[in-house]
């Protein structure tokens, strides 16, 4: 019998687990309410120099996954820190957090739906 249920309760441990390293967008506005000033704390915008400059949240550093220097900028990053990520649609965003678990980084996490879910539940962006 319990080879029957362990399937399933090993798959729901690993979907719990890959549910924490995604948030909504109201979920990350208060995140980012209540870390942005502590030190630590890093928001990541994964987009390229033109979307950025169209509207990023606040705060954030633009690291351009689609850059040749992508994994070069984020190596120099503090592994322990705490790192939220975004991007227009969440699709590259998601890419970028499992690469940078790759390369050793234990505490990232990404907005669902990027910054596209971020401006439809009316949260302000800056240019």
């Given at each position: 019998?319990?080879?029957?249920?362990?399937?399933?309760?090993?798959?729901?441990?690993?979907s719990?687990?890959?549910?924490?390293?995604?948030?909504?967008?109201?979920?990350?506005d208060?995140?980012?309410?209540?870390?942005?000033?502590?030190?630590?704390?890093?928001?990541?915008?994964?987009?390229?120099?033109?979307?950025?400059?169209?509207?990023?949240l606040?705060?954030?550093?633009?690291v351009?996954?689609?850059?040749?220097?992508?994994?070069?900028?984020?190596?120099?990053?503090?592994?322990?820190?705490?790192?939220?990520?975004?991007?227009?649609?969440?699709?590259?965003?998601?890419?970028?957090?499992?690469?940078?678990?790759?390369?050793?980084?234990?505490?990232?996490?990404?907005?669902?739906?990027?910054?596209?879910?971020?401006?439809?539940?009316?949260?302000?962006?800056?240019?």
């Amino acid at each position: 019998m319990l080879r029957i249920f362990l399937p399933v309760l090993l798959a729901a441990g690993l979907s719990k687990a890959e549910s924490s390293e995604v948030l909504s967008a109201p979920q990350a506005d208060s995140v980012l309410r209540s870390q942005a000033a502590k030190s630590g704390f890093h928001l990541l915008d994964v987009r390229t120099p033109e979307e950025f400059a169209q509207g990023h949240l606040k705060g954030a550093m633009l690291v351009d996954i689609k850059s040749t220097d992508f994994e070069a900028k984020v190596g120099k990053l503090a592994r322990k820190d705490r790192y939220l990520l975004y991007c227009r649609s969440g699709h590259r965003s998601g890419i970028a957090l499992e690469k940078m678990k790759e390369m050793g980084f234990t505490n990232v996490q990404h907005v669902a739906g990027g910054i596209g879910a971020w401006t439809s539940a009316g949260i302000p962006t800056v240019q």
